[in-house]
């Protein structure tokens, strides 16, 4: 039964790492959105922007042919100089007229906090699993199943975070961006948050005590009583 568990919590494991490289993939990028305003004519520059929890890039495209699946500059893959710069949240920098980031910044600030909060459960979680290979120590996957669903909760709010930030800079009139969409980092966020839910649930579910498989099998296994 121990070789049985150790096997399952092994193959969970795989999910796991998968979960845990997206997530760290999209914390540690800056494509999470990307923000275009509107293109008035071609053969001219414009002005990009893609950002992530931690970093602003701005990036100078020539429109040279207009797409017409998109009205605004770039795509961001079209070639052109790049500029990444920190989020300066407590004062205003040379973001501020471009990002807006004095209305901005709380959203930016809550979402790189619950992402590192994920990290910290993740982390936990991780410890947990590695401790529980060893006779007498499955007690450690109930932890660490509810460290990892807790990092999956923490990784999917700080998405529905930045998914409101980008929400409220468009519908703003005082922003010049036109048209936007999530990026690979921001699909990265939302695949660690599943694998690690169901991660978690998979470890409960296998630290749960083994049920017999017939409903006489307990009754079978107890001890006969003894006429005194």
């Known amino acids: 039964?121990?070789?049985?568990?150790?096997?399952?919590?092994?193959?969970?494991?795989?999910?796991?790492?998968?979960?845990?490289?997206?997530?760290?993939?999209?914390?540690?990028?800056?494509?999470?959105?990307?923000?275009?305003?509107?293109?008035?004519?071609?053969?001219?520059?414009?002005?990009?922007?893609?950002?992530?929890?931690?970093?602003?890039?701005?990036?100078?495209?020539?429109?040279?042919?207009?797409?017409?699946?998109?009205?605004?500059?770039?795509?961001?893959?079209?070639?052109?100089?790049?500029?990444?710069?920190?989020?300066?949240?407590?004062?205003?920098?040379?973001?501020?007229?471009?990002f807006e980031v004095k209305t901005q910044k709380e959203y930016n600030i809550s979402a790189a906090a619950i992402a590192i909060f994920s990290l910290v459960f993740m982390t936990l979680g991780t410890l947990c699993v590695i401790f529980s290979f060893g006779k007498g120590r499955d007690y450690l996957l109930r932890p660490a199943g509810m460290f990892f669903a807790f990092a999956g909760l923490c990784i999917i709010i700080s998405v529905e975070v930045m998914r409101q930030s980008v929400k409220r800079m468009i519908d703003s009139d005082e922003t010049i961006w036109f048209e936007y969409y999530y990026s690979w980092s921001f699909a990265c966020a939302c695949a660690s948050f599943t694998l690690l839910i169901l991660s978690g649930v998979a470890l409960l579910l296998i630290s749960m005590p083994h049920m017999p498989r017939n409903p006489w099998e307990t009754c079978m296994d107890a001890e006969p009583d003894t006429l005194d």
């Open 1 to 98: 039964m121990f070789e049985e568990q150790v096997t399952r919590v092994k193959i969970t494991s795989l999910l796991i790492l998968v979960g845990m490289g997206s997530m760290l993939a999209a914390v540690s990028t800056d494509h999470w959105a990307v923000l275009s305003p509107r293109v008035e004519q071609l053969n001219t520059t414009c002005q990009a922007a893609y950002f992530g929890l931690w970093r602003l890039c701005k990036k100078t495209i020539f429109m040279v042919e207009e797409d017409p699946e998109w009205k605004g500059c770039g795509p961001i893959s079209l070639p052109g100089e790049k500029n990444c710069s920190y989020f300066k949240h407590f004062t205003s920098g040379e973001e501020a007229e471009l």
